[in-house]
């Protein structure tokens, strides 16, 4: 990675305190991660996560709850293409790269996410993996190759929280330099109105997770624009936030336009992805700009959005 060319994130982030294993974990994770699958604990299935500290991971989540941090979805089809638009959008300033659903699905978990490490030793890497079942193996994947952060659908329920929280807490144990988060996407509007995704929430939170986003389904709002008119996902993020967002961030995502995520950090919420649309308010994917006007796009929403 050209640091130079990436040098507007660091203003974010001083990753380097708290990451220097990241690049070490690149070559050796995924025999790690085999190591701790012969030697996990036999409840880490379900057992509730322990109240444990691990700075690293605590620095992040701190700092997401009290700073403005910004994400860029990378749903791109092909491992080349994910690689440019996280270059570019690095280079925007966002905190955190997500290797979106549809590249991890296409290019796979154990290619993609030792492949971001590698290209970006020193960043925030989530794995939106949409998770259902099964959610111990697939968190293992992620933090063997040298993932952060594990996104998960809290359709799955609570069972799947905490098995994944469990794996969670092994890795943390075991390498206390590099963060280790789990993040739960709640879908709306299947899981709405407010006060059910309010719920939802809670559940989540008491299960262990680090963090909670709330997902204004891509599928919902293309067959129903009106969702996005009547600003239903900030609705709904406003009455999670003001339930829990003393205890865990609050992040927001569904297309958001600048003028959505503005009104949302004049509320006080203080996580936001950047789709493909880059912040644009008609909800055009645009991954296959040049990565100079990808930097662009994103490096404005973030000033936007920041006020700035």
């Known amino acids: 990675m050209d640091h130079k060319k990436t040098s507007n994130y660091h203003r974010h982030l001083n990753r380097r305190s708290f990451m220097g294993a990241a690049g070490r974990l690149a070559g050796g994770g995924l025999a790690v991660g085999a190591i701790f699958d012969s030697v996990r604990p036999p409840s880490a299935w379900g057992q509730r996560p322990a109240k444990e500290t691990h700075p690293s991971s605590a620095r992040v989540v701190d700092r997401f709850k009290t700073r403005l941090s910004f994400q860029i979805s990378v749903d791109v089809g092909t491992l080349d293409l994910g690689l440019t638009v996280a270059s570019a959008a690095l280079a925007g300033g966002v905190d955190i790269v997500e290797m979106g659903t549809p590249l991890l699905k296409t290019q796979g978990v154990a290619n993609v996410v030792p492949a971001f490490r590698r290209q970006f030793p020193d960043a925030l ?58 993040f739960s996407d709640i879908l709306v509007p299947h899981q709405g109105p407010a006060a059910q995704a309010v719920e939802v929430a809670l559940r989540m939170v008491e299960a262990g997770v680090d963090a909670v986003g709330i997902h204004l389904q891509s599928d919902a709002r293309r067959a129903n624009p009106k969702l996005i008119e009547d600003d239903y996902l900030g609705d709904v993020a406003r009455a999670v936030f003001e339930r829990i967002g ?34 644009l308010p008609d909800g055009n994917a645009r991954y ?19 006020g700035k």
């Open 125 to 182: 890497l989530l794995a939106d993996m949409k998770t259902m079942d099964g959610g111990a193996g697939e968190a293992r994947g992620v933090y063997a190759g040298g993932g952060n952060i594990l996104d998960f659908l809290a359709l799955a329920g609570v069972d799947t929280a905490k098995s994944i929280c469990a794996v969670r807490d092994e890795f943390r144990r075991a390498g206390p330099e590099l963060p280790r988060l789990v």
């Open 288 to 306: 296959n700009l040049p990565p100079a006007e990808i930097q662009r796009l994103v490096a404005n929403f973030i000033a936007e959005v920041s």
């Open 246 to 279: 003393k205890a865990v961030p609050v992040q927001v995502v569904g297309g958001l336009s600048i003028a959505q995520a503005k009104r949302l950090a004049k509320a006080g919420l203080r996580a936001f992805v950047i789709s493909g649309n880059m912040g």
